[in-house]
């Protein structure tokens, strides 16, 4: 954790505008993301979470400017992102890959595997046709493909097997840092165990830094060293992933955990089920973005936007949290079990309740 | 691939004599022959006696009823014979063969304009989507396309043949050529592609209207793709992206259509080659019907229906050359 960050997201905002009318104007916008901040060091991976549309894809493709963030800054390697012209950007794209959800759509259909990994070559002027074939067959390799692909169509292979040449295809340009966008969503559960293993023994074997987008809790338990958990556009907690699962302190979270099916009994929780639907991101909720749907909701939530409490390196958005933890004097473990208490006696009686539950935090 | 194309053509043929016995059938039927109303109408006085009528009947094999009619045509069709005209006095294969070449002059350069035209149009469109420059042209083209050929031919003939008369802008209002066959072949063919502009300039703009916006609709379909993305990711630049992943992709509907455009080359000339009085196939058509002239209708149907298949037939092969995922076998 002391060595140099790789990359520093700044507080990033991407809303998208949307308009409306004859003339288009813009008449408000969808704030996909909005304020989030995290880092990660080199070598290591963040995992990203949360439930669809919440903004993690957002996160990871304003990252690599594939959307253009509106607020913020993304520095990598010390450089400044946002700032760069097409000429750094284009030469900063080989250094930060990305991988897609669906194998079905990220490979252009018209083009031979050798076409789609050869043209970032290409591009980037990496080798003579000699080397570029050697760069190629290495990639694939790594993979765990056979050299014969190269000649094939992707519509050729299997999805697992198009996941592998996507994982190749950003390989290829010997990247220092890998954003994968749901890497394994689209994939049967067979399969998706393969890829996981491939992509935690690719980034011991390269030393990659990879962001880890996806909503599959224990997966990314499994391969995250950091757990960054976002709610509608905002990041509402941030831990290393042990600390995090050990000890979650925002409700939301905890929400979230609940969800995951366990095979063992002795370690199955109680489900919390949170009400309501998530709000749109082109109104946001004042104060807290989670209060409408948050057991432990109170006066405060609704009105003061949360900020940042930080303890150990564990950071939560959230006002509750914040006060157990002081209540606490600093033990997280025993502030996340009140917190997971009084979400558990919340979510047992009628949301009307609720209030009243979250009086037992106070007393 | 070989049996392939033996079973294309095989349920071409089929279709062939579907379409032919149908249009033989309501060419038939339709009130009057060409006995009647070629002569009857316009000069009672040449009127047929009876008898007349009877033999002249005979002769032409008009007395039958028309589906022993249409097996004689088919005879002789299968054996080359397309038969002759019967208001021309002409064969019908002679008929087709002057008529071929006026008709692809116009169509086929509009063809190919409208598509040098409509391919840079659509990627600019789609490239530069949402911006006002792009609104105006896609406007434009909308009303373009919503304009009837038959109305902007009149316009055009009132522009450059009345208005524009005595000036260099001048254009002939009707016909192929006002020289005679001896006259030096430059100057000829000037003079043709003089004639040719307006019929050409009408034939064009509804299918680059048209193609235009079909490109631009697809390609904001591929733009969308994922792979899109990935393009972008590995440092494409965004000519390269619109070219080479965005634009590849939107051949196959593009290659449909042209395939589906070929036979509207002759379709559309019907009205146009009216209009300026272009001695082509459509014309010849338009006139065939109004004479009953059945054998040279069946002729010009047969022409039609087959260039129509083959245009298909080519879309189908061509879809192999495009879609990598597309096999024939």
């Known amino acids: 954790m002391t060595t140099q960050p790789l990359l520093v997201v700044e507080n990033l905002q991407t809303h998208f505008p949307v308009?409306?009318?004859?003339?288009?104007?813009?008449?408000?916008?969808?704030?996909?993301v909005d304020g989030v901040s995290f880092s990660i060091a080199k070598r290591r991976t963040l995992g990203l979470v949360g439930e669809s549309?919440?903004?993690?894809?957002?996160?990871?493709?304003?990252?690599?400017?594939?959307?253009?963030?509106?607020?913020?800054?993304?520095?990598?390697?010390?450089?400044?992102?946002?700032?760069?012209?097409?000429?750094?950007?284009?030469?900063?794209?080989?250094?930060?890959?990305?991988?897609?959800?669906?194998?079905?759509?990220?490979?252009?259909?018209?083009?031979?595997?050798?076409?789609?990994?050869?043209?970032?070559?290409?591009?980037?002027?990496?080798?003579?046709?000699r080397d570029r074939l050697a760069r190629m067959?290495?990639?694939?390799?790594?993979?765990?493909?056979?050299?014969?692909?190269?000649?094939?169509?992707?519509?050729?292979?299997?999805?697992?097997?198009r996941q592998?040449?996507?994982?190749?295809?950003?390989?290829?340009?010997?990247?220092?840092?890998?954003?994968?966008?749901?890497?394994?969503?689209?994939?049967d559960v067979s399969i998706q165990a393969q890829v996981v293993n491939l992509l935690v023994e690719l980034r011991e074997e390269l030393g990659l830094t990879?962001?880890?987008?996806?909503?599959?809790?224990?997966?990314?338990?499994?391969?995250?060293?950091?757990?960054?958990?976002?709610?509608?556009?905002?990041?509402?907690?941030?831990?290393?992933?042990?600390?995090?699962?050990?000890?979650?302190?925002?409700?939301?979270?905890?929400?979230?955990?609940?969800?995951?099916?366990?095979?063992?009994?002795?370690?199955?929780?109680?489900?919390?089920?949170?009400?309501?639907?998530?709000?749109?991101?082109?109104?946001?909720?004042?104060?807290?973005?989670?209060?409408?749907?948050?057991?432990?909701?109170?006066?405060?939530?609704?009105?003061?936007?949360p900020p940042a409490t930080t303890l150990d390196g564990h950071l939560v958005h959230c006002h509750v949290a914040a006060r157990e933890l002081e209540r606490s004097a600093g033990d997280v473990r025993a502030a996340a079990a009140s917190i997971a208490e009084a979400m558990a006696a919340a979510s047992a009686k009628p949301a009307s309740d609720a209030a009243a539950a979250s009086g037992t935090l106070k007393a | 691939m070989t049996t392939y194309l033996i079973r294309r053509l095989l349920f071409g043929v089929v279709t062939l004599l579907v379409i032919t016995c149908f249009v033989y059938g309501l060419a038939r039927n339709m009130p009057g022959t060409p006995l009647t109303v070629q002569l009857g109408e316009t000069d009672p006085s040449r009127k047929f006696n009876p008898e007349d009528l009877e033999r002249m009947k005979r002769i032409y094999g008009l007395?039958?009823?028309?589906?022993?009619?249409?097996?004689?045509?088919?005879?002789?069709?299968?054996?080359?014979?397309?038969?002759?005209?019967?208001?021309?006095?002409?064969?019908?294969?002679?008929?087709?063969?002057?008529?071929?070449?006026?008709?692809?002059?116009v169509s086929g350069t509009a063809l190919v304009l409208a598509w040098l035209a409509a391919i840079p149009l659509g990627l600019y469109a789609s490239a530069r989507s949402g911006t006002v420059d792009e609104r105006a042209t896609s406007l434009v083209l909308y009303v373009l396309y919503s304009f009837p050929t038959f109305v902007a031919a009149l316009f055009l003939q009132i522009i450059f043949a009345v208005w524009l008369r005595g000036t260099n802008w001048e254009l002939p209002l009707f016909g192929m050529t006002d020289l005679p066959a001896d006259a030096p072949l430059l100057v000829r063919i000037t003079d043709i592609a003089r004639h040719a502009i307006l019929p050409v300039t009408c034939q064009t703009y509804v299918s680059l209207a048209y193609d235009s916006r079909f490109i631009k609709a697809n390609m904001e379909e591929a733009v969308?793709?994922?792979?899109?993305?990935?393009?972008?990711?590995?440092?494409?630049?965004?000519?390269?992206?619109?070219?080479?992943?965005?634009?590849?992709?939107?051949?196959?509907?593009?290659?449909?259509?042209?395939?589906?455009?070929?036979?509207?080359?002759?379709?559309?000339?019907?009205?146009?080659?009216?209009?300026?009085?272009?001695?082509?196939?459509?014309?010849?058509?338009?006139?065939?019907?109004?004479?009953?002239d059945y054998p040279t209708i069946m002729g010009l149907t047969l022409m039609f229906s087959m260039l129509t298949l083959a245009g298909q037939l080519l879309a189908d092969l061509l879809y192999c050359v495009v879609d990598p995922r597309v096999s024939v076998e």
Request: aromatic share 8%; net charge positive; with cysteine.
């Open chain 1, 53 to 129: 549309g919440c903004g993690k894809t957002t996160v990871g493709r304003s990252i690599l400017r594939l959307v253009e963030p509106t607020g913020g800054d993304v520095r990598f390697a010390g450089a400044s992102v946002r700032g760069m012209n097409a000429r750094d950007l284009r030469a900063l794209r080989r250094r930060m890959q990305i991988v897609f959800q669906d194998p079905y759509g990220s490979l252009n259909p018209r083009m031979t595997v050798r076409g789609i990994l050869e043209e970032g070559l290409v591009i980037h002027r990496m080798g003579d046709a």
């Open chain 1, 210 to 305: 990879y962001l880890f987008i996806s909503h599959d809790l224990s997966v990314v338990e499994y391969v995250s060293d950091d757990v960054a958990v976002m709610y509608l556009g905002r990041l509402v907690e941030r831990a290393d992933a042990a600390a995090l699962y050990r000890a979650p302190l925002h409700p939301y979270t905890l929400a979230l955990f609940s969800a995951v099916p366990t095979i063992d009994p002795a370690r199955r929780r109680r489900r919390i089920v949170l009400t309501g639907d998530v709000p749109s991101p082109s109104r946001p909720p004042r104060g807290c973005r989670f209060h409408p749907r948050c057991p432990l909701a109170e006066s405060v939530c609704r009105e003061v936007d």
């Open chain 1, 137 to 161: 067959r290495r990639a694939l390799d790594r993979t765990g493909l056979t050299a014969a692909t190269l000649e094939r169509y992707p519509h050729e292979f299997s999805g697992g097997q």
């Open chain 2, 224 to 292: 969308r793709q994922d792979y899109i993305r990935t393009a972008r990711a590995k440092g494409a630049g965004p000519w390269r992206v619109l070219f080479r992943h965005a634009f590849r992709n939107t051949l196959i509907p593009l290659v449909t259509l042209l395939g589906l455009s070929l036979p509207g080359l002759i379709g559309g000339s019907v009205i146009i080659e009216q209009i300026f009085t272009w001695p082509g196939m459509g014309r010849l058509f338009f006139e065939s019907i109004r004479e009953r």
């Open chain 2, 63 to 105: 007395d039958k009823p028309w589906p022993v009619g249409y097996a004689q045509w088919l005879g002789n069709v299968v054996q080359g014979d397309l038969g002759r005209s019967i208001s021309r006095k002409q064969p019908v294969a002679t008929l087709i063969a002057e008529r071929i070449g006026p008709t692809f002059l």
């Open chain 1, 164 to 187: 592998r040449i996507a994982i190749a295809r950003a390989l290829v340009l010997e990247p220092e840092f890998l954003v994968l966008d749901e890497p394994i969503s689209a994939l």
């Open chain 1, 19 to 32: 308009r409306r009318g004859l003339l288009r104007r813009v008449s408000g916008s969808v704030q996909a």
